[in-house]
T-cell receptor
Framework: QQPVQSPQAVILREGEDAVINCSSSKALYSVHWYRQKHGEAPVFLMILLKGGEQKGHEKISASFNEKKQQSSLYLTASQLSYSGTYFCGTEIQGAQKLVFGQGTRLTINP | DAMVIQNPRYQVTQFGKPVTLSCSQTLNHNVMYWYQQKSSQAPKLLFHYYDKDFNNEADTPDNFQSRRPNTSFCFLDIRSPGLGDAAMYLC???????????FGPGTRLTVT
């Protein structure tokens, strides 16, 4: 039931773009994205809801393909502060809870 | 600022000695979650409260219990900690299950 994230790790130079994917075998109601820096708590980035509604508050975009049960997080012109581990959390309709993927570690170098 | 607070930040306990971790929130959110996170792993949901309704995950050991005496506070009790229970314990809140979750800073539990 745990969603699968890819890639597991990415190393970029500052200013480069990154795409992180999240895939589920179950029909999804929503996909959440969080970023966690080492030794800190996860921080909310974005929610994508079935039906196309999207909620977020950072300069990050994402997509949700309901038919394929897949979501992608797009980080453009990456900054050093984007470094961390990105988790997708998927919600199955009616479950009222998230199951997190295994995480994608993103390293941004100067 | 409204926030999620966890105490203590670091807890060392002995094998088999009961321990209680606390979480409080000033967000007035309906849902409170407890997650266990081990090194380099995803947060794993232990249980959550939706208002007073308690929802236990099927694979959460009986050794783990929780209490939510009011909207603001939630406790995680580990009755007989084992070495495998050493982890970061994260509390999170949300207005509703479909909304974003706000995480506390976590309690790092060490079992000796």
């Amino acid at each position: 039931q745990q969603p699968v994230q890819s890639p597991q790790a990415v190393i970029l130079r500052e200013g480069e773009d990154a795409v992180i994917n999240c895939s589920s075998s179950k029909a999804l109601y929503s996909v959440h994205w969080y970023r966690q820096k080492h030794g800190e708590a996860p921080v909310f980035l974005m929610i994508l809801l079935k039906g196309g509604e999207q909620k977020g508050h950072e300069k990050i975009s994402a997509s949700f393909n309901e038919k394929k049960q897949q979501s992608s997080l797009y980080l453009t012109a990456s900054q050093l502060s984007y470094s961390g581990t990105y988790f997708c959390g998927t919600e199955i309709q009616g479950a009222q809870k998230l199951v997190f993927g295994q995480g994608t570690r993103l390293t941004i170098n100067p | 600022d409204a926030m999620v607070i966890q105490n203590p930040r670091y807890q060392v306990t002995q094998f088999g000695k009961p321990v209680t971790l606390s979480c409080s929130q000033t967000l007035n959110h309906n849902v409170m979650y407890w997650y266990q996170q081990k090194s380099s792993q995803a947060p794993k949901l232990l249980f959550h409260y939706y208002d007073k309704d308690f929802n236990n995950e099927a694979d959460t050991p009986d050794n783990f219990q929780s209490r939510r005496p009011n909207t603001s506070f939630c406790f995680l009790d580990i009755r007989s900690p084992g070495l495998g229970d050493a982890a970061m314990y994260l509390c999170a809140t949300s207005r509703d299950p479909v909304y974003e979750q706000y995480f506390g800073p976590g309690t790092r539990l060490t079992v000796t």
